[in-house]
């Protein structure tokens, strides 16, 4: 059974709306490039929630091309072992500012560098222009001399399902792979087949109808079942060990126990962990519940693991 406090705040965070003396949450028109921009907008502001960054992670922007990026690096460590993060927002919002103190948490528990970097957004930049430049960030770990072995993806929600792509178009390009991945509660399935979808649709925080629409935005004239966007429906063979943690009352509960089992059978090292009674992305919540908590130990034991730290 979920933990008394992981059951008050995701209460509290399915229930924000009656804080603002609302009855029903707002609907948002997800068509709406207005609508769009005020997410952003919401995201950005939404950032501090999280916590403070650490004092003793220092962040350091770098410019790859014409993207913005940074790293965040712990006290005592260098670039030599590194967290490529991919953060989350359904592929139309997101920036180092909005995850900043998330991929800090992984930071300070692995004390492993981490880059993070903002990748083109849709409806703007559809797909392929976000997994372009997620091979243009790993690409430039390389050119600096990182190793392979000494590299670790991390990705969240819409960013864990980028991972995954990448992972797969690096595979097809015959490129060296990262020694590891860890994805939390990703998007693995834009047609949006799931049961999930379906049987969680009350229970799950994410705002109604948010997750056909971003597929929309992001596939753009795309079929969204293609496994560079969709990576559901790729090949999984011959990708890196990796581990996924998923809420088990979220829509993209089945974007991860489909994509597990697929996986598993294509021969890949996969561990899934489905939380019982857990919320989308809820590792990130650590250390305020104890399953929130025991996820991040895990994820950054993986992390340490992986890159021999």
């Given at each position: 059974?979920?933990?008394l406090?992981s059951?008050?705040?995701?209460?509290?965070?399915?229930?924000?709306?009656?804080?603002?003396f609302?009855?029903?949450?707002?609907?948002?028109d997800w068509?709406?490039y207005?609508?769009?921009i005020?997410?952003?907008?919401n995201v950005?502001?939404?950032?501090g929630?999280?916590?403070k960054?650490p004092?003793e992670?220092?962040?350091?922007p770098?410019?790859?091309?014409?993207?913005?990026?940074?790293w965040?690096?712990?006290s005592?460590a260098?670039?030599d072992?590194v967290?490529?993060?991919?953060h989350?927002?359904g592929?139309?919002?997101?920036?180092?500012h909005?995850?900043?103190?998330?991929?800090?948490?992984?930071?300070?528990?692995?004390?492993v560098?981490?880059?993070?970097?903002?990748?083109?957004l849709a409806?703007?930049h559809?797909?392929?222009?976000?997994?372009?430049?997620?091979?243009?960030?790993?690409?430039?770990l390389?050119?600096?001399?990182?190793s392979p072995?000494?590299?670790?993806?991390?990705?969240d929600?819409a960013?864990?399902?980028?991972?995954?792509?990448?992972?797969?178009?690096?595979?097809?390009?015959?490129?060296p792979?990262?020694?590891?991945?860890?994805v939390?509660?990703?998007v693995?399935?834009?047609?949006?087949t799931?049961?999930?979808?379906?049987?969680n649709?009350?229970?799950?925080?994410?705002?109604e109808?948010?997750?056909p629409a971003?597929?929309?935005?992001?596939?753009?004239d795309?079929?969204?079942?293609?496994p560079?966007?969709?990576?559901l429906?790729?090949?999984?063979?011959?990708?890196p060990?990796?581990l996924?943690?998923v809420?088990?009352?979220?829509?993209?509960?089945?974007?991860?126990?489909?994509f597990?089992?697929?996986?598993?059978?294509?021969?890949?090292?996969?561990?899934?962990?489905?939380?019982?009674g857990?919320?989308?992305?809820?590792p990130?919540?650590?250390?305020?519940?104890p399953?929130a908590t025991r996820?991040?130990?895990?994820?950054?034991?993986f992390i340490?693991?992986h890159?021999?730290?």
């Open positions: 059974m979920p933990s406090k059951r008050l705040l995701y209460y509290t965070m399915k229930n924000r709306h009656l804080l603002r609302k009855f029903k949450r707002d609907i948002i068509n709406s207005e609508a769009i005020g997410f952003r907008e950005e502001k939404g950032a929630k999280f916590g960054l004092a992670i220092e962040v350091s770098v410019a790859i091309g014409e993207m913005y990026a940074e965040l690096i712990p005592q260098g670039k072992k967290i490529l993060y991919f989350g927002g592929y139309v919002s997101g920036t180092c909005s995850h900043r103190a998330i991929a800090a948490k992984f930071v300070k528990n692995s004390q560098a981490a880059l993070l970097f903002e990748y083109r409806p703007e559809p797909f392929p222009a976000a997994l372009e430049d997620s091979l243009a960030a790993y690409n430039w390389l050119e600096k001399g990182v072995s000494n590299i670790v993806f991390v990705g929600s960013g864990g399902g980028l991972c995954l792509t990448t992972l797969l178009a690096l595979r097809d390009q015959g490129r792979l990262p020694v590891a991945a860890v939390y509660s990703p693995t399935d834009f047609k949006c799931g049961e999930s979808y379906r049987t649709a009350r229970a799950c925080l994410s705002p109808g948010m997750g971003c597929a929309k935005h992001y596939a753009g795309n079929d969204p079942g293609l560079y966007i969709s990576p429906y790729g090949d999984l063979h011959g990708l060990p990796m996924i943690y809420g088990g009352d979220e829509t993209l509960r089945d974007d991860s126990v489909r597990a089992e697929k996986a598993k059978a294509a021969g890949v090292d996969v561990t899934l962990r489905v939380g019982e857990m919320f989308h992305c809820y990130a919540c650590a250390p305020l519940f399953e996820a991040m130990d895990e994820i950054c034991g340490k693991t890159t021999g730290k």
